[in-house]
């Protein structure tokens, strides 16, 4: 039965992780290639400012590697700043038509991993002997928190520390509301098998390592 619990709860931190916003492309293989740049058809001028700005992220990456008198969190500050303003350079050589193609396939994905997910749950009702009730209330509630979670990654507005902290918020609010679905004594045999960090300060993504190894955003 825990291994129940222990997948409901990181089938919306792995969402959380896949989510996280990178650049469309990180600089290996050829470019426009990375996730979400199916059948975006750039040309080759396209291509080639691509690998040069690729070439241009790669080398700030490994400089910003090499800084020793600098705050970890200074670091990851540095890291953030970087990888966003090479995502909003790559968007720039787009045309409005395959933005519109990248913003598709983005929706793609994200309904790809809510039907994992929903498929993941159908199968843990015959083996664990969910109810009814309790699968549509599973499944919505995962919608909800996913939803929840691409909204967040898309606002490019908020700094890490920020994104972290709403993220906590939310997958606070994901535990509070599992709590209400699942009966008395699975929800106490869900919280017997969390890792002790996971019960101490909200858990879950931005409070330190989640299941599955996910760290989160961290401080």
Not at 22 to 32: A, D
Not at 61 to 81: C, G, Y
Not at 108 to 136: C, N, P, W, Y
Not at 163 to 182: F, G, N, P, V
Request: proline share 5%.
């Amino acid at each position: 039965m825990k291994k129940l619990f222990f997948m409901l709860f990181t089938l919306v931190v792995a969402a959380a992780a896949m989510s996280q916003p990178t650049p469309m492309h990180r600089g290996h293989g050829k470019p426009g290639q990375g996730p979400g740049m199916q059948n975006i058809n750039m040309t080759e001028s396209q291509k080639a400012e691509m690998k040069k700005l690729n070439e241009s992220f790669r080398q700030k990456m490994q400089d910003l590697n090499k800084k020793e008198s600098i705050t970890v969190k200074q670091q990851r500050d540095q890291r953030e700043a970087l990888m966003n303003a090479h995502r909003k350079d790559m968007e720039k050589i787009l045309t409005p038509e395959q933005k519109q193609q990248l913003a598709k396939n983005r929706d793609e994905h994200h309904a790809q991993q809510k039907e994992m997910m929903e498929k993941r749950i159908d199968d843990a009702k015959s083996k664990f002997g969910l109810s009814e009730q309790q699968v549509t209330s599973l499944k919505s509630l995962n919608g909800k928190t996913m939803a929840q979670m691409k909204a967040l990654h898309e606002n490019q507005s908020l700094d890490r520390i920020a994104r972290r902290d709403q993220m906590a918020s939310i997958m606070e609010a994901h535990k509070t509301e599992m709590s209400k679905i699942l009966t008395k004594d699975q929800l106490q045999q869900w919280k017997e098998m969390q890792p002790p960090h996971m019960m101490k300060g909200g858990g879950g993504p931005g409070r330190g390592p989640g299941p599955g190894g996910h760290k989160g955003f961290e401080s």
